[in-house]
């Protein structure tokens, strides 16, 4: 995803698989970007995934960062990424991209 984002414009931070969350929020405060995406490949990631939302939903300097989250276990089950407490979901790439974009008006 990192790469496919960099190619569409944007400066991409992967930090790879497995980030603790404290490890995203300090990331979060450090580059302070303007998007996180998180992906899920399986449904045993997803309750991972809500807690790196959580965790930046509760520093106040990483509250207000837009996540966007994608995967197989969003492609799915419809609004998934609502319940992970996220502000968009994507089926792929190319949706994630798109999504990203509206989510921030950029690049």
């Known amino acids: 995803a990192a790469d496919r984002f960099a190619c569409e414009g944007w400066r991409a931070h992967p930090l790879g698989a497995s980030v ?6 300090r990331t979060v405060r450090d580059v302070s970007p303007d998007l996180v995406v998180l992906a899920a490949h399986l449904g045993l990631h997803v309750s991972a995934a809500a ?8 520093d106040s300097a990483c509250a207000s960062t837009p996540v966007l989250v994608g995967g197989h276990p969003f492609r799915v089950v419809d609004d998934l990424w ?3 407490g996220a502000d968009a979901g994507a089926a792929d790439l190319d949706d994630a991209v798109a999504a990203a974009r509206a989510l921030v008006r950029a690049p």
């Open 20 to 25: 603790p969350p404290e490890d995203l929020v």
């Open 51 to 58: 807690r790196a939302i959580e965790a930046l939903r509760a």
């Open 82 to 84: 609502t319940v992970v």
